[in-house]
C-alpha cells in the first residue's frame, strides 16, 4: 500500500471510531504529537508508542464531538505525507463550536506510523474548550 493511501485508510478507521485499527498500525516505538499547550488544549503534547497513541485518541474521544472530519488534500515526499483538512465539532466541556483547519504530517516505516505530528489553531481550539479567554 502506498503512504498516501495507507494515511486515507487511517482517516477512514478514525472516522468510523476504529481505533483499534490506526494503533495496530502504529510502531511499537512510535511519536504522536499534538503542537500546543496540554493546559489549553486537551491532546496537546507528545505521545510515546502504541500506549501513547492509545492516550492521545483516548483524550480526543473525552474532549471533541465531530460532527465533520474532513482530511481534504493529500501529498507526500519519500515515507512523508501531510495531510491539509479541516474538522467541525464541539467541546464536550462547553457544548461550544470548534470549527478549525489542520495539517498533519505522517512519517511511515514498514507501513505502521513512525511519527504523527498536528499543527492547528490552537487559540481556537483553546475558546472553544474554555480554556482561553478572548480579549
Request: hydrophobic content about 40%; proline content about 4%.
Amino acid at each position: 500500500m502506498d503512504n498516501i493511501a495507507l494515511a486515507r485508510m487511517l482517516y477512514d478507521a478514525f472516522k468510523q471510531g476504529q481505533i483499534d485499527t490506526v494503533i495496530s498500525h502504529s510502531a511499537e516505538d512510535a511519536r504522536w504529537e499534538s503542537v500546543g499547550d496540554p493546559a489549553h488544549m486537551p491532546h496537546a503534547g507528545v505521545f510515546q508508542g502504541k500506549a501513547g497513541a492509545t492516550a492521545f485518541f483516548e483524550a480526543i474521544g473525552r474532549s471533541y464531538a465531530f460532527e465533520l472530519f474532513s482530511p481534504d488534500e493529500f501529498y507526500a515526499s519519500g515515507d512523508r505525507v501531510f495531510c491539509f483538512g479541516h474538522v467541525e465539532g464541539r467541546s464536550t466541556a462547553t457544548g461550544r463550536p470548534i470549527n478549525n483547519r489542520f495539517l498533519h504530517t505522517f512519517r511511515f516505516r514498514n507501513d505502521s506510523v513512525a511519527e504523527f505530528t498536528e499543527f492547528t489553531d490552537t487559540a481556537r481550539i483553546a475558546v472553544g474548550c474554555g480554556t482561553l479567554r478572548p480579549a
